[in-house]
């Protein structure tokens, strides 16, 4: 299995907080990617990143922030949590970016968040 | 519309039955698609892309029907290992790129 790895695994947080997710991985991949995924939806990219400090939003990045300083980690800010956050949230790798087709992402175990 | 619609199931068969899945997208410019899998409370993993000519993986078949503009995915023989959500996924091309996520087809395989 691809090296990847996110951390926390599980957290509750009360409203108005700031959390962190990381995302650290030992692939050397390029691209990397936070998702959400919640009941009814399907896995919506939140934001990505296409190399060191170079990052995008997806269509759903209103309240989330991210930063990649290396080319293993890429982390998740939510600036000041609100309960709609609550969700579990997926980092992914891909060798190859969002333009090409073949575009096979590799996920992390998932960050499960709840936020009161 | 949905960009990508699946039957959510759940599909309960028993051990060793032939099992299919569609699902439609609705950009006719879309080009690539996979099936990913997702066991409960896990992250999704790739099962196999979609190849025009149609391909094949052991038991696992996927279509691609363009004209139709649906994709397929045949498992036959099926295990209790196979009980999952399978998620269909479509390249969405022209401008805006990106993949778009089916919400998940269940699948119970029973003894």
């Known amino acids: 299995d691809a090296g990847i790895t996110q951390s926390p695994r599980h957290k509750v947080t009360e409203t108005g907080t700031p959390v962190t997710l990381r995302c650290h991985q030992t692939?050397?991949?390029?691209?990397m990617y936070w998702y959400r995924q919640d009941p009814g939806h399907g896995l919506r990219l939140i934001h990505y990143s296409y190399g060191v400090k170079d990052t995008d939003k997806g269509e759903v990045s209103d309240g989330y922030s991210v930063s990649r300083s290396k080319t293993e980690d890429f982390l998740l800010t939510l600036e000041s949590a609100t309960s709609s956050q609550t969700s579990v949230y997926f980092c992914?790798?891909?060798?190859?970016?969002?333009?090409?087709?073949?575009?096979?992402?590799?996920f992390g175990a998932g960050s499960r968040l709840t936020v009161l | 519309r949905k960009e990508v619609e699946q039957d959510p199931g759940p599909f309960n068969v028993p051990e060793g039955a032939t099992v299919a899945f569609n699902c439609t997208y609705s950009?006719?410019?879309?080009?690539?698609f996979f099936w990913y899998r997702q066991d409960c409370r896990k992250e999704p993993k790739l099962l196999m892309s979609?190849?025009?000519?149609?391909n094949e993986d052991g038991r696992f078949t996927a279509q691609l029907n363009r004209a139709s503009q649906y994709i397929s995915l045949l498992i036959r023989d099926s295990k209790l290992s196979d009980s999952a959500t399978y998620l269909c996924?479509?390249?969405?091309?022209?401008?805006?790129?990106?993949?778009?996520w089916g919400l998940g087809t269940s699948l119970a395989v029973n003894p």
């Open positions: 692939e050397n991949h390029r691209y």
């Open positions: 992914a790798i891909s060798a190859t970016g969002q333009s090409t087709g073949a575009n096979v992402l590799t």
């Open positions: 996924v479509v390249h969405n091309a022209g401008n805006n790129r990106k993949l778009i």
């Open positions: 979609v190849y025009s000519s149609g």
């Open positions: 950009n006719s410019a879309s080009q690539s």
